[in-house]
């Protein structure tokens, strides 16, 4: 038996590395590449709530008749073969299920908790294994409070839990003045998992052409210390699995997000820069580190530097900061 099998969502993997939601996991021979580098899971490139939005308005014959979803957005679609885009997802579920025995994961990346709904009963029909939600909503109009913002995410829970039988995850941002009570409550909505956290789409300009443009794409290896700060703080105390993602580049990273509580570590980045092969590299090296460390399992120390729950952890990081500085 592995040393690294573990369970996420009630699921059974052969490694706590899962290949995160992204361009590498959007076409059978990548997913098969991933399986054979050692993923204990991968969660399938992301359909946004437009598309599927847009192909349903579409086939009821009516076009923006919701003013819930961004007009931009929803002028993208407007010449987009959307329904092509939903009929080779599906097809991509069925072929990824008869080739490959790890656990596959549809993602869905939406922003509203309204008519998509249909399509992940849709997932759930051609066998998918889990659904993550990407739950995308950048906090940006000052008119909006934060309450109404949260609100959002207990009411796709709400609808999701109502509607499914698979487990389900919702993947969320770093954006709450209250991030401990927000985990905590939504790991109690019927979630099987939050996945902490996801990266925005950010922008920067061009002084020299005086434009906008886009910001670097992939993560960076510094990245990864807020996840590992909310896993830490939060793990003792959810009713669910936790999935640390951004910022996880090598075998270390991945340590110190389950030392922290993490039952799962998603991967993307480090996969374009080094490759899928990056995968068996993290797990190789996490079995080294465990033989060293005497460890047989990768329950004997996941959550081992996590905060106790019997400590405020805001006095605990106080405490350090004092003493940090009080060295110097």
């Known amino acids: 038996m592995s040393k690294l099998q573990t369970t996420y969502m009630g699921l059974k993997l052969k490694s706590p590395i899962i290949a995160a939601s992204c361009g590498l996991t959007n076409k059978l021979n990548d997913l098969i590449a991933l399986e054979q580098s050692g993923a204990g899971a991968i969660v399938l ?73 249909y399509f992940a009963e849709t997932l759930q029909d051609a066998g998918v294994d889990a659904l993550e939600l990407n739950v995308f909503i950048l906090p940006s109009d000052a008119s909006k409070s934060g309450n109404e913002y949260e609100e959002t995410y207990f009411k796709i829970a709400k609808t999701l839990q109502s509607q499914i039988r698979i487990p389900w995850s919702l ?73 640390a993602s951004t910022g996880i580049h090598d075998s270390r990273t991945a340590i110190k997000m389950i030392l922290a509580g993490a039952k799962t570590v998603q991967v993307a980045s480090t996969l374009y820069k080094h490759g899928i092969k990056q995968i068996a590299d993290i797990n190789r090296e996490i079995e080294v580190w465990m033989k060293q460390k005497n460890f047989d399992s990768i329950d004997q120390f996941r959550g081992l530097l996590a905060h106790s729950p019997h400590t405020n952890p805001a006095g605990y990081l106080r405490l350090q900061f004092m003493k940090h500085f009080s060295e110097k």
């Open 45 to 117: 490139k992301s359909l946004f709530e437009e598309e599927i939005v847009m192909e349903l308005e579409r086939d009821q014959n009516k076009m923006h008749s919701e003013s819930y979803l961004y007009p931009e957005t929803m002028e993208f679609y407007e010449n987009y073969d959307t329904e092509d885009t939903l009929t080779n997802y599906l097809k991509l579920i069925s072929d990824a299920k008869q080739h490959l025995s790890i656990p596959i994961i549809a993602s869905i990346n939406c922003v509203t908790p309204h008519n998509w709904f």
């Open 171 to 243: 993947k969320i941002a770093p954006y709450f003045s209250g991030m401990s009570s927000m985990i905590k409550r939504l790991s109690e909505t019927g979630a099987s998992a939050l996945t902490l956290f996801n990266r925005f789409y950010s922008v920067d300009f061009d002084i020299d052409q005086l434009e906008t443009v886009s910001a670097h794409t992939f993560s960076t290896p510094g990245d990864y210390l807020t996840t590992l700060r909310w896993i830490g703080l939060t793990s003792a105390h959810v009713s669910c699995d936790l999935s």
